[in-house]
């Protein structure tokens, strides 16, 4: 992977030629259900704002009021003089809303991971990643310098065949809640009760079911009941609660532990308090409306019930997150680019994003968008792939 000054022209004619070259959309809109791109005003189905929160008056209004108070800047590490009354109520804010006894503001999901698994991990830990898990879980791994073990996807068995045969004084499973190009959950319950008999950490991203899944939309947590001291919980404020930013929850010492040691924590600028700021009213917004997370299942069903009728093959999936593979890269760019012209912005997904020959159309919904918006898109689905 490494490139010379004289090899990059190649390898960027290699990536042209492999249909893997990546281009950048300006949109001259903000977020939302319907965006403009090159003067058209396009469905948009290709954004993680599932709750269409991303540009919501309300939020707005908090973070107008906090940029008065606070400012732009937080201006230095948490550690040093950078954690502002925002943040701290933010924190308290997330750890009340999930349930979890105490939560710590990380500048990023990326960041948050690739904390997590530096902190716990180690040469004397072993790391057990989904083949399927994000990638900054897969490079905390790596940086970690942990024995790294990777399972098939979802494969519980494989999974417990592993932590069995593993002699690490400390293993910690790391896990996508909901993954994130495919949209299916998880069984955390069974991973929990795997890592408690063989006394391992969790680590459970929900990047994608915070917001989205429980019947209050509190994460994948709530969805599935649990609770566990031996859990550590990552949740992103980019994606449903339409922000910036990252929160890690959990019991109070492994909390306390990744604010002294997290080297992403410790040695990066705080978070503009704004953003935290954006944090709060998202969290109050999904508390004070369940009508929000409801608007996004009815969707996610009307989708389904729409596609099985055209028959239109996407993947089971009862996430926001809902695909429909298509094998090689230049056919999902091509059935991407019908979609376009029909007026629906829905991203081709190709490696090394996905697996080689999985290359699909991820399409992702929204509570911001309607009946119709949906039901129109599995029409153009069946008639874009004939
Ligand atoms: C987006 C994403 C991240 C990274 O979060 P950022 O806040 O965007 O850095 C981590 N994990 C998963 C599963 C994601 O989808």
């Given at each position: 992977m490494a490139a010379s000054v004289d090899g990059l022209a190649g390898k960027l004619a290699a990536l042209e030629r492999d249909d893997l070259r990546r281009t950048r959309r300006v949109?001259?809109?903000?977020?939302?259900?319907?965006?403009?791109?090159?003067?058209?005003?396009?469905?948009?189905?290709?954004?993680?704002?599932?709750?269409?929160?991303?540009?919501?008056?309300?939020?707005?209004?908090?973070?107008?009021?906090?940029?008065?108070?606070?400012?732009t800047g937080s201006g230095a590490s948490p550690l040093v003089s950078g954690h502002l009354r925002a943040h701290e109520d933010a924190e308290r804010r997330f750890a009340a809303f999930c349930g979890l006894p105490r939560a710590l503001l990380f500048g990023s999901g990326y960041a948050a991971n690739i904390g997590i698994l530096t902190v716990l991990g180690g040469p004397e830990a072993e790391i057990f990643g989904d083949r399927l898990n994000h990638a900054c879980l897969h490079d905390g791994a790596r940086l970690s310098r942990s024995v790294y073990t990777r399972y098939a996807h979802v494969d519980i068995a494989a999974l417990g065949r592993?932590?069995?045969?593993?002699?690490?004084?400390?293993?910690?499973?790391?896990?996508?809640?909901?993954?994130?190009m495919d949209g299916d959950v998880a069984p955390l319950p069974e991973m929990l009760a795997l890592c408690e008999r063989h006394d391992a950490w969790l680590v459970v991203d929900d990047a994608?079911?915070?917001?989205?899944?429980?019947?209050c939309g509190r994460g994948s947590l709530e969805h599935f009941?649990?609770?566990?001291?031996?859990?550590?919980?990552?949740?992103?404020?980019?994606?449903?609660?339409?922000?910036?930013?990252?929160?890690?929850?959990?019991?109070?010492?492994?909390?306390e532990w990744l604010l002294q040691r997290a080297r992403t924590y410790v040695f990066s600028t705080a978070l503009p308090p704004l953003l935290a700021a954006a944090a709060c009213a998202a969290l109050d917004r999904v508390e004070r409306?369940?009508?929000?997370?409801?608007?996004?299942?009815?969707r996610i069903g009307e989708f389904r019930a729409?596609?099985?009728?055209?028959?239109?093959?996407?993947?089971?999936?009862?996430t926001a997150i809902q695909p429909i593979i298509l094998g090689e890269a230049a056919r999902a760019l091509e059935v991407s680019?019908?979609?376009?012209?029909?007026?629906?912005?829905?991203?081709?997904?190709?490696?090394?994003?996905?697996?080689q020959g999985t290359s699909r159309l991820r399409v992702s919904l929204s509570a911001g968008h309607e009946r119709d918006d949906v039901e129109r898109l599995a029409r153009a689905l069946a008639q874009s792939l004939g």
């Open positions: 949109l001259d809109s903000p977020q939302g259900p319907r965006v403009r791109l090159d003067g058209r005003e396009l469905v948009n189905f290709s954004s993680n704002d599932y709750l269409g929160l991303a540009n919501d008056p309300g939020l707005a209004r908090a973070v107008h009021r906090s940029l008065d108070e606070f400012g592993a932590l069995e045969a593993s002699k690490a004084v400390v293993r910690i499973v790391a896990t996508d809640a909901v993954f994130s994608h079911g915070i917001g989205v899944l429980g019947a009941g649990l609770a566990s001291p031996r859990m550590v919980y990552m949740a992103t404020l980019g994606k449903a609660l339409g922000g910036y930013g990252a929160f890690v929850g959990g019991a109070p010492d492994t909390i409306d369940p009508a929000l997370v409801a608007r996004l299942r009815s729409a596609c099985a009728g055209l028959g239109v093959p996407v993947l089971p999936s009862d680019a019908r979609l376009l012209e029909r007026g629906f912005l829905v991203p081709a997904i190709r490696p090394p994003t996905v697996p």
